[in-house]
């Protein structure tokens, strides 16, 4: 007789309810605008590329904390890119992309039955996944307020953030984030603030180059405990395909965590670690990438305005977060037959139900496509 196994609980995978709007949309006769999943298509920099290839004889086991390289790299880039000086090696751990990494820090702080995670109120799934997995609770946390009177039982241990937000691309500012900092220590919560796409803020005259992070001096005095910055290179540098991430903060919390990963083997590969390293210490791969993400997003905004959907904040990140204030299944399908292929905001919490997710992760040749689909007939 077979064990009785009871694995946790999941949603089934959102992107398989897609399946059928896919099809319909591949059936155009220019061809599928895959505007969905936001998975980059850019090449991967050749000073990334190089760095990996120096480095793949690499016979011996990775280092789990990191090469003393790539964690001064993601220092050094904190201090220039972000504003965030004074980290130290012992704060900053690399890891196998950021997906992983949020799917099981609340696992990594040893949440379980009763704990509640805060996550936002249209968010990325993992974020909850990541609750579920450790049988903890997830409980949205639109503002602060809205997790009403807190006792030990209804106040999250852990409480995600997320800017510039996916799905929504909404910036929280300097104010915003130094308030959430403070009433998360009155409360002795951890903060995890996931900012994978920093470097991609449209707005101009903001703090630094990039969106503020919550380890910046003027949100958290340069006090780092208790938070937690979550990083991706999938974006900025075209390397999803190089599972390339970190994590920085606290150093006691960075510790912890880097325990429980040496005993599950989650290790960066070497060459990767490397890759990661050069990729971080050039800027101008950065600069050129944004301004190409920049032109798409010009051309498409443009579109899909004029299309009659509404965009709500967008500001920042890959995607538009558009509306024709009807259900979002609705928008998919009229967007399906146009050959064109976008995210329900469902995906991302009940509050995203009359939104879609556009992304501009797709070549020039294709958002031209989409624009020329999207114009309204003469």
Same mark, same amino acid.
């Given at each position: 007789? *077979?064990? !009785? ?48 290839? %120096?480095?793949?004889?690499? /016979? ?21 890119? !972000?504003?965030?000086? @004074? ?18 820090? =609340?696992?990594?702080? @040893? ?23 450790? @049988? ?13 009177? #807190? ?7 852990? #409480?995600?953030?997320?800017? =510039? ?16 900092v403070e009433w998360a220590r ?18 101009? @005259? ?22 937690? %910055? &979550? ?19 606290? =150093?006691?919390?960075?510790?912890? &965590?880097?325990?429980? $990963?040496?005993? %599950?083997?989650?290790?960066m590969p070497t060459p990767v ?12 791969? &950065? ?7 920049? !032109?798409? $997003?010009?051309?498409?905004? *443009? ?16 995607? #538009?977060?558009?509306? !024709? ?10 967007? *399906?037959? #146009?050959?064109?292929?976008?995210? =329900? ?5 009940? %509050?995203?139900?009359?939104? &879609? ?18 114009? /309204? *007939?003469?």
């Amino acid at each position: 007789m *077979a064990p !009785r196994l009871s694995p946790p609980a999941l949603p089934d995978f959102p992107w398989d309810s897609l399946a059928p709007y896919k099809a319909r949309a591949s059936a155009h006769p220019g061809g599928l605008v895959d505007l969905s999943v936001g998975t980059p298509v850019d090449p991967t920099p050749a000073v990334v590329r190089d760095a990996l290839v %120096a480095a793949a004889d690499a /016979p011996g086991y990775p280092l789990t904390v990191g090469t003393a390289d790539v964690r001064a790299a993601i220092c050094e880039w904190f201090a220039r890119r !972000r504003g965030v000086s @004074g980290l130290q090696p012992e704060a900053v751990l690399p890891t196998i992309g950021s997906k992983e990494l949020v799917a099981w820090l =609340p696992t990594f702080l @040893g949440l379980g039955a009763g704990d509640l995670v805060g996550i936002p109120a249209v968010a990325y799934p993992t974020y909850d996944i990541g609750a579920r997995l450790a @049988g903890a609770t997830s409980v949205v946390a639109q503002s602060l307020t809205s997790l009403g009177p #807190l006792t030990a039982a209804t106040t999250p241990k852990l #409480l995600w953030l997320n800017s =510039p937000g996916n799905p929504n691309g909404q910036v929280l500012g300097v104010a915003h984030l130094r308030k959430v900092v403070e009433w998360a220590r009155e409360h002795d919560v951890v903060v995890a603030s996931d900012e994978c796409y920093a470097e991609l803020d449209w707005r101009d @005259g903001q703090l630094g180059t990039t969106t503020p992070s919550v380890l910046h001096p003027e949100v958290c005095d340069g006090d780092h405990r208790g938070l937690l %910055a &979550v990083y991706s290179l999938s974006k900025q540098s075209n390397l999803a395909g190089y599972r390339a991430a970190f994590v920085a903060g606290d =150093p006691e919390i960075i510790g912890s &965590v880097l325990e429980v $990963r040496k005993h %599950a083997g989650m290790i960066m590969p070497t060459p990767v670690q490397h890759a990661m390293a050069a990729a971080l210490r050039d800027d101008a791969h &950065v600069d050129a990438q944004r301004a190409a993400y920049g !032109r798409r $997003r010009e051309r498409l905004l *443009a579109a899909v305005t004029a299309a009659g959907l509404r965009v709500d904040h967008s500001e920042a990140g890959l995607y #538009l977060w558009a509306t !024709r204030e009807e259900d979002c299944w609705t928008t998919v399908s009229a967007l *399906a037959d #146009l050959g064109i292929l976008v995210a =329900p905001g469902s995906f991302y919490g009940a %509050a995203g139900g009359q939104h &879609v997710r556009i992304a501009l992760t797709a070549t020039d040749e294709r958002i031209a496509a989409a624009c020329s689909r999207l114009a /309204p *007939a003469s």
